[in-house]
């Protein structure tokens, strides 16, 4: 089937309408804009015709009035964009609709790993700021503890990658994805084993014994 004709045939004046930002109502009455038109005066079914400009057409021609576009420019946006398979030798409409859900589907994917890689960092973030305030020295000569040292070190680091995954620049964050995911997940595994550990952790624990050996 040609291209044009497949088009035609799958795709009616109203569908493409209201999938090109129309409003149209229950009576298939929409307001025409290829005119200065305040209130709806083109009817959208399979055709189109606007009593106020007198503008008619099938889907194609609608299509190429609205973009400003060729008649086959309009039956190809049509096709790519409703799935429709031409069956005219070409499926390249076909193709570009499947191509489109595989990059959607990548999209989503990299989003859940932004996502999570935030969730764990800002997660770590968090127990910083409680081992450093939890853990500081009472004493001048007090032999500082390992999760307090660890919190001084790490806080500013953690806070800059927080900073760049909260950037408007996708290709700062996708870096920071990127290069620093098996960092994020040893830093997981640290936070789920802690957890596991109970209230205040085995390694907290044997920090603290550590620190206490070298009083």
């Known amino acids: 089937m040609h291209l044009f004709e497949a088009v035609k045939q799958s795709v009616t004046t109203r569908q493409a309408a209201e999938r090109y930002g129309l409003n149209v109502n229950r009576n298939g009455m929409a307001v025409c804009p290829f005119h200065r038109d305040r209130h709806p005066s083109m009817k959208v079914d399979c055709r189109y015709y606007c009593f106020g400009c007198g503008a008619t057409g099938d889907v194609i021609d609608f299509v190429s009035l609205l973009h400003g576009i060729s008649a086959k420019e ?89 900073d760049g995954l909260l950037s408007d620049d996708l290709r700062e964050r996708a870096a920071i994805v990127t290069e620093y995911g098996k960092e994020v997940r040893a830093i997981e595994q640290r936070i789920s084993g802690l957890a596991a550990a109970g209230p205040g952790g085995r390694e907290e624990r044997a920090g603290q014994r550590r620190a206490d050996a070298e009083r």
């Open 74 to 162: 309009a039956a190809l946006m049509l096709a790519r964009d409703f799935s429709i398979l031409c069956g005219d030798g070409t499926d390249a409409p076909r193709q570009s609709a499947v191509k489109k859900l595989r990059l959607e589907a990548e999209e989503q994917k990299y989003r859940r790993m932004e996502q999570h890689c935030f969730q764990v960092l800002a997660d770590y973030y968090h127990l910083l700021r409680r081992w450093r305030e939890e853990h500081a020295p009472c004493q001048p000569d007090e032999a500082w503890h390992p999760l307090f040292v660890e919190a001084l070190q790490r806080l500013n680091y953690i806070e800059y990658l927080l």
